[in-house]
């Protein structure tokens, strides 16, 4: 074999492998809510074996593509405004796109007091009592005297 020959198999050679590590794959990205409409949501797809991190957010149609994505296992995280965050792990193991359906649910509603040191509302210079009457209190009020109302006067 001529050098020139040699020249284009060491070629081929070394090239094979690095097609076969291009292996990636598509993943398709649906998010809907719990009536199955489109939510509009962000959030990210993580590898820490490929050292793949892309953030992502959807439009009004819920939907994103990730392309060319190493094969390997992954961690989607999606969340939306107002409904419960979805954490999912998935393998991407094929140049073939795969479609991930997401549901997001309600969030439960959660309340919080906030309790701080403020000025107490009792008065401390004053030790006298005060009564305050409404003015249903004194139409409700019955009267001592027969005959006569709290409401004529």
Same mark, same amino acid.
């Given at each position: 074999?001529?050098?020139?020959?040699?020249?284009?198999?060491?070629?081929?050679?070394?090239?094979?492998?690095?097609?076969?590590?291009?292996?990636?794959?598509?993943?398709?990205?649906?998010?809907?809510?719990? &009536?199955?409409?489109?939510?509009?949501?962000?959030? &990210? !797809?993580?590898?820490?074996?490929?050292?793949?991190?892309?953030?992502?957010? =959807?439009?009004?149609?819920? =939907?994103?593509?990730?392309?060319?994505?190493?094969?390997?296992?992954?961690?989607?995280?999606?969340?939306?405004?107002? !409904?419960? &965050?979805?954490?999912?792990?998935? #393998?991407?193991?094929?140049?073939?796109?795969? #479609? %991930?359906?997401?549901? !997001?649910?309600?969030?439960?509603?959660?309340?919080? %007091?906030? %309790? =701080?040191?403020?000025?107490? !509302?009792?008065?401390?210079?004053?030790?006298?009592?005060?009564? =305050?009457?409404?003015?249903?209190?004194?139409?409700?009020?019955?009267?001592? %005297?027969?005959?006569?109302?709290?409401?004529?006067?």
């Amino acid at each position: 074999m001529t050098r020139p020959g040699w020249i284009a198999v060491l070629a081929c050679v070394w090239i094979a492998p690095l097609g076969a590590q291009l292996a990636s794959g598509e993943l398709r990205l649906v998010v809907t809510d719990a &009536t199955g409409l489109p939510v509009s949501a962000s959030g &990210t !797809l993580a590898s820490d074996a490929s050292q793949t991190h892309r953030s992502f957010d =959807t439009g009004a149609g819920g =939907t994103f593509t990730f392309d060319r994505l190493p094969d390997g296992r992954y961690r989607l995280t999606v969340a939306s405004a107002g !409904l419960r &965050t979805h954490d999912q792990l998935l #393998e991407i193991r094929s140049a073939l796109p795969r #479609e %991930v359906r997401v549901r !997001l649910n309600v969030a439960p509603l959660t309340a919080s %007091v906030t %309790v =701080t040191q403020a000025a107490t !509302l009792v008065d401390a210079h004053s030790a006298g009592v005060i009564y =305050t009457a409404g003015s249903q209190q004194v139409r409700d009020q019955q009267s001592a %005297v027969p005959g006569r109302s709290c409401s004529t006067w």
